[in-house]
């Protein structure tokens, strides 16, 4: 008589994939109060100061994403200069888009157009990466515009510079992650998180100038918690992906928009109608079935909206992070 038993390294697997996937929602829940520190600021300190502060306050991520191999140069080291300086731009222009959309939007608006991510992924990898995609993907492109279409209704409501910012950010944060995709395993992922650093510490630091003010203590401390807690969503995010599959560690990400109702609804007066509610849910949808598809392909998932982009790194394929293939 033969008895079953269960694999240790099987459970080890799974409790660590548990963890991991505990880990992310704790990580998109520190995205999500970075992000309701910018709003809470209410536009008084310039955007770009904003982004500027909060890049200084990234560097506290780099020595949790240094490897022991890696030396602190190879934060503005790469394999392709061109593409890295792509990554300097996009880093730059999505933190500060971000920025403005939560300052200018409530925050489940703004978070229902920056989950548009996946969407331009797909769109942009088929253009630049030469990818395959079926209808699949397409018909989840297709439903998340459609809810961009009902959340926003053009026509019906008056629109504003921070709807084109929520929609820039998002295509700046898909660009970052195809440079990420081309770039494979050839670069290193301090390298690319530096490109996103740097980009936005020069570009915003060069744009404040022109209005740079001097923050109060409260401000400060809200400045303080939008970077911190950015760098600290960072860090968290990227032990989610060593612990368990980048196809489980994206998914939560959606999860934001829960915390987004909870802080427009207790600290902002933010309300969400019929409409809104259903374009939100088709754009969740939409991103969901992308992320569902793209695991099925056992291509690198995009991740983590936030004001802070460079959390899309955090579960980029590498040698740490692999996604399993079909």
Not at 61 to 70: G, Q, T
Not at 174 to 192: D, M, P, Q, T, Y
Not at 247 to 259: D, E, F, H, K
Not at 275 to 304: C, D, Q, V, W
Request: a positive charge.
């Amino acid at each position: 008589m033969s008895s079953i038993t269960a694999d240790p390294s099987s459970a080890a697997a799974g409790r660590s994939a548990l963890r991991g996937v505990l880990v992310a929602f704790a990580s998109y829940a520190v995205f999500a109060f970075s992000d309701a520190s910018i709003k809470i600021l209410h536009g008084v300190v310039p955007s770009y100061q904003v982004a500027f502060i909060g890049a200084l306050f990234g560097f506290a991520a780099v020595p949790f994403l240094k490897k022991r191999e890696d030396g602190w140069l190879d934060m503005v080291r790469t394999s392709n200069r061109p593409l890295w300086l792509l990554r300097f731009i996009c880093g730059a222009t999505g933190a500060i888009c971000s920025v403005i959309a939560f300052t200018k939007l409530p925050m489940a608006e703004a978070f229902a157009l920056l989950f548009l991510l996946p969407s331009f992924v797909t769109i942009l990898s088929v253009i630049f990466l030469k990818e395959d995609v079926r209808w699949q993907r397409w018909t989840a492109v297709i439903l998340g515009f459609i809810g961009v279409l009902i959340v926003l209704r053009p026509g019906f409501r008056e629109l504003s510079i921070g709807h084109l910012c929520a929609a820039v950010g998002g295509l700046a944060a898909a660009i970052s992650i195809v440079i990420n995709r081309a770039l494979g395993s050839k670069e290193k992922r301090i390298s690319l998180y530096g490109a996103g650093l740097f980009g936005t510490l020069i570009v915003s630091g060069f744009l404040m100038l022109s209005e740079v003010m001097a923050p109060t203590a409260t401000q400060w401390i809200f400045l303080a918690s939008y970077g911190l807690l950015g760098a600290i969503g960072n860090v968290l995010l990227m032990n989610a992906a060593r612990m368990a599959p980048a196809n489980l560690v994206a998914p939560p990400q959606y999860s934001q928009m829960i915390w987004a109702i909870i802080f427009g609804y207790l600290l902002f007066n933010d309300s969400i109608d019929m409409p809104m509610a259903f374009g939100i849910a088709l754009i969740i949808f939409s991103g969901l079935l992308t992320l569902a598809r793209e695991r099925r392909r056992g291509t690198p998932l995009p991740a983590a909206v936030a004001g802070n982009t460079q959390a899309a790194l955090a579960t980029t394929q590498d040698e740490d992070t692999a996604i399993p293939e079909r």
